[in-house]
């Protein structure tokens, strides 16, 4: 569904993406992994269109949109959601305008239609009763819940989630974990997430790809990823199923 191939990209000095080669298969949930600040949320902007790689290309379902600007690349941003590693929603609005927004602003149904779409897609994320909340009003779970009805709503093909437990409790993370998994059963979109949450994302990810040095060091089927025996994966697997603040808080705010 996504390919990316040789993809550079750097910042001034800082050079993040070192030659990126990576496939992405269609309708599977892929976790891409990594230590902070190694470029995985650089990785799925690339991916969407919202930074152009300095070399290399990102295809997407046939088409190479690194070169794509306006219109053109505006169709193929229509089959994407993307829920930021921050919520981000626009807090003057409730719950359920969040939600109908991308609706409304894409003009993607009706305004009849709008409140039976929102509605049924706060039942199914369990927010029910919560429509008329304002975002402060919202625990850090139910912002996020919020985030995925949003994305989920305009019906994409292919949802980005970058790091959609940060900041939660170890409890809740699995609770959102297993929610996005479901969701992916039941819609079966193609769904990239970026998480340094392990051994969490195992048991919901298809397969796994680790991002260090600015490549992808080693992708496998998720079953068999904790077996790999790259000492580099290993280490991280290894740390992230050792009980310590790790495994509680992700750093990292973009
Ligand atoms: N727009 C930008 N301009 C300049 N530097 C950037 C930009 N976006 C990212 N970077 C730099 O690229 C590097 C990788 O950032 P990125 O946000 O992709 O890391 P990450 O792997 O997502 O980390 P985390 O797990 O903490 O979210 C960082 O050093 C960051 O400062
Ligand atoms: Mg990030």
Redesign the pocket.
Known sequence: MITMRGVEKG?GQ?E?LRGVDLEIPPGQLTTII?P????????LKHMIGLLKPDRGEVWVDGVEISRLRGPSLDKVRKRFAMLF?SAALFDSMNVFDNVAFPLREKRLASESKVPRMVNDMLERVGLGEMGHKFPAELSGGMKKRAGLARALVVGPEIILFD?PTTGLDPLMARTIHNLIRSMHQVFGFTAIM?S?QVPDIFPISDWVAMLKHGKIIAMARSRDFQGLTDPVVREFVLAGEMPGPSSVE???Q?
């Open positions: 910042f800082q993040v990594g902070s600040g190694e470029g995985k949320s650089v990785l590693q790091e970026v340094h992700g750093p990292g973009n």
